[in-house]
């Protein structure tokens, strides 16, 4: 009886697990058939979508690459306003930043954080003459800035082996959606779009009319040629080729520096409006306050900064 009772015990395991395994297969076979049901559904998503796209003649990847100059200089939020720039780019495709400091030599501080930035980068230096540098006490309008240093970028470009591309000039301390980058994509000779808190208003921006640029809303000198801020345009780099002298001038009048460069090469009928017409704003001209470190001076006084061995 007891040998009995023991074989029906193990009989009874036996078969437990062995409708166990059952339903365990089925529901592994019913979620294998759930995930290759999803695949499929994806895969025809994707296949219908790469049609669309190609009867459409459109790209899946953008082709051009996009020449980013920025000027920058040294001063407390620097890196930070580097960093936010550079997290910016990564979400861009197919980029070449170009950073250029105002300084005699290459910093350590830019050459680290360009080196670990995870952003295709040339580093370059250009300093401005000392007659030309704003005081501390100057308002930011009060000399041009980052003409140097936008030019030697220019420079750089010419003398190196790229062709093909556009060229943009982006401050570190703005603002930018990636969507701005999308946009000048396919720029044929220069495209133009709106800037947002610039000029005194909430956006300044070319007006379209017939998909041409006709004039532009600005208030503040609005009888420049171009009047556009530097974070409003791109250039395609064969026309910066073409000219091979198109700089920006040193002594422009206050609000014309980006009219000196674009009068070098179009007209405004040329200009390219992007944005959807010039009706959406991917940029603004934030500008960053300076940092108040009136503590950290007190600090520095006693030979103890607070940032002693630490880059900030």
Request: proline content about 5%; overall charge positive; hydrophobic content about 35%.
């Amino acid at each position: 009886m007891v040998r009995r009772h023991k074989l029906g015990f193990v009989i009874i395991i036996i078969t437990t697990c062995s409708v166990y395994l059952l339903l365990s297969l089925e529901r592994k076979d019913r979620y294998t058939r759930i995930l290759e049901d999803h695949i499929y559904h994806l895969q025809s998503h994707v296949e219908g979508l790469q049609k669309t796209n190609s009867e459409c003649g459109t790209k899946l990847s953008p082709a051009n690459t996009i020449y980013i100059i920025t000027p920058t200089h040294s001063r407390p939020h620097q890196k930070a306003e580097l960093t936010r720039l550079s997290h910016t780019f990564r979400l861009v495709s197919d980029v070449l930043w170009i950073v250029v400091e105002d300084s005699e030599q290459k910093t350590e501080l830019v050459r680290n954080f360009l080196k670990d930035c995870k952003v295709p980068n040339v580093h370059l230096n250009a300093v401005t003459p000392a007659d030309w540098k704003l005081a501390p006490s100057d308002p930011n309008w009060r000399k041009p800035r980052g003409v140097i240093q936008r030019n030697k970028g220019l420079t750089w470009l010419r003398t190196s082996k790229n062709k093909e591309g556009v060229v943009y000039f982006a401050d570190d301390d703005n603002t930018y959606d990636t969507r701005l980058f999308d946009e000048m994509r396919e720029v044929e000779k220069v495209g133009v779009w709106p800037v947002g808190l610039v000029g005194g208003l909430m956006v300044e921006r070319p007006i379209v009319e017939n998909n041409k640029v006709t004039k532009f809303n600005s208030v503040w000198k609005p009888t420049r040629p171009f009047p556009i801020d530097m974070a409003g345009f791109a250039i395609n780099l064969s026309l910066l080729l073409k000219h091979k002298g198109a700089l920006f001038k040193y002594d422009a009048p206050r609000g014309y520096l980006e009219s000196t460069l674009l009068n070098q090469l179009v007209r405004m009928q040329d200009l390219e409006p992007k944005a959807d017409s010039c009706s959406k704003v991917y940029v603004w001209h934030t500008q960053t306050q300076n940092t108040k470190l009136k503590d950290e001076a007190k600090l520095r006084e006693k030979g103890q900064p607070s940032n002693y061995k630490i880059e900030v």
